[in-house]
């Protein structure tokens, strides 16, 4: 159990192993941990499994709410910590993220992921390339692009935007309702981004490959050959030799 006060909801955990053994736990609180409703709480644990110090709060801005931790570790040990949080950035939900060390001390403050801001941008994921940069995919309802559209934003391991938004997905699935993204790295320097989008009769899940330098490597792969139904929720890991596996929910496939 996570030493927090354990009332109310603890909820959406994320683990992260850091160097020599060492890891720790990310976690929306419900207890008003922050001071306002929902907030990002952190916890270290040594190799052991001992609590190292307590819990604390990531997210500096607590008005509203903060919530949908995830993480990432550096090159050097330390990790980035990326949330979605309602209005701070003026319009509905914003993308933010903050470097940490690797004993859980700040190195920078916490900072804006999404350029573009009316609509939603929620959901996000985040992984460290090869090269020691991070890139971060969310969904974004972005009227640009005709509705829900899956982003990746590049960042050097210092936390400074390299370049602009990229469109991951299409952006012209059916209703334009891309969702449930993930990312991850590959060994060549690129990454593969997944999400879930609908079609005329279904639902289905997605991939799509970018080399080190944010270039689309193909189009959209469909990754389901069930195509009856629903699948969703799609996750990825990347493989030696650039490949990548990935796993999705599907209802009635069984």
Avoid at 48 to 62: D, E, I, K, R, S
Wanted: hydrophobic content about 35%; glycine content about 12%.
């Amino acid at each position: 159990n996570l030493p927090a006060q354990n009332i109310y909801d603890q909820l959406q955990p994320r683990i992260l192993g850091l160097n020599g053994g060492a890891f720790l736990i990310a976690y929306t609180d419900n207890n008003n941990a922050d001071g306002n409703s929902y907030g990002v709480r952190l916890q270290h644990y040594d190799a052991n499994g001992a609590a190292v110090g307590g819990p604390f709060t990531v997210n500096t801005t607590v008005t509203d709410n903060q919530s949908f931790p995830e993480l990432a570790k550096l090159a050097d040990g330390g990790y980035v910590v990326t949330w979605h949080s309602n209005n701070q950035d003026g319009n509905s939900w914003g993308v933010y993220a903050r470097l940490m060390n690797a004993d859980g001390t700040p190195r920078s403050g916490e900072f804006a992921v999404n350029t573009y801001t009316p609509g939603q941008q929620a959901n996000a994921d985040v992984a460290t390339l090869a090269n020691g940069d991070f890139v971060v995919s969310w969904v974004s309802d972005n009227a640009t692009l005709g509705g829900w559209s899956v982003m990746v934003q590049r960042f050097t391991a210092g936390g400074v935007k390299v370049g602009g938004e990229v469109l991951a997905s299409d952006g012209n699935s059916q209703s334009n309702s891309d969702t449930y993204s993930h990312i991850t790295a590959l060994d060549t320097g690129g990454y593969v981004v997944t999400w879930s989008a609908p079609t005329i009769s279904s639902h289905e899940v997605y991939a799509r490959q970018f080399d080190a330098a944010d270039n689309a490597v193909d189009a959209p792969l469909r990754m389901n050959a069930y195509t009856s139904s629903t699948q969703y929720r799609p996750d990825v890991a990347g493989l030696p030799g650039g490949r990548f596996v990935g796993a999705w929910q599907s209802n009635g496939q069984d």
